[in-house]
């Protein structure tokens, strides 16, 4: 059974940083492009970043261009998230999502297999 599993999720203060994982568990994510969303309560799941099978190419939304980065390991199964200068308003559940496909968007409904999510939030 295909499942993608999240990991990193904590309280945080503004301006810190957090690194988001994602694993697949039972398949290689190596022939898989990745999102990242995130939803706060109340609000629409929002992609935030996505990044191409081979890791050559990585989309970010307005919203987290300059503070977030994505980045793969194929080696390891692994798919992350570095998240920089958190900000009180990037509280949510952040989910990764997996699509067979070589290049990536941030559109929720192209996704094939989705993670349980893991809770960011930021605070002082």
């Given amino acids: ?13 503004p301006g810190g940083s957090l690194r988001l994982s994602c694993v697949g568990s039972g ?3 190596r022939a ?3 999102g990242w969303f995130r939803q706060a309560p ?8 996505c990044i191409s099978s081979d890791g050559g190419f990585t989309y970010y939304d307005d919203s987290v261009k300059g503070r ?3 980045s793969r390991d194929n080696a390891k199964n692994l798919v992350y998230l570095q998240m920089n200068s958190l900000k009180p308003e990037d509280t949510a559940v ?5 699509v067979m496909a070589i290049g990536c968007g941030v559109r929720a409904s192209s ?3 989705w993670g349980q999510g893991t809770q960011v939030t930021v605070s002082a």
């Fill in 111 to 113: 996704y094939s297999y």
């Fill in 68 to 70: 977030f980065t994505i």
């Fill in 32 to 34: 898989y492009a990745i």
């Fill in 42 to 49: 109340g609000k629409e799941r929002e992609g935030l970043s």
């Fill in 27 to 29: 398949f290689s994510l």
């Fill in 94 to 98: 952040y989910y990764c999502a997996a």
């Fill in 1 to 13: 059974q295909l499942q993608l599993v999240e990991s990193g999720g904590d309280l945080v203060q």
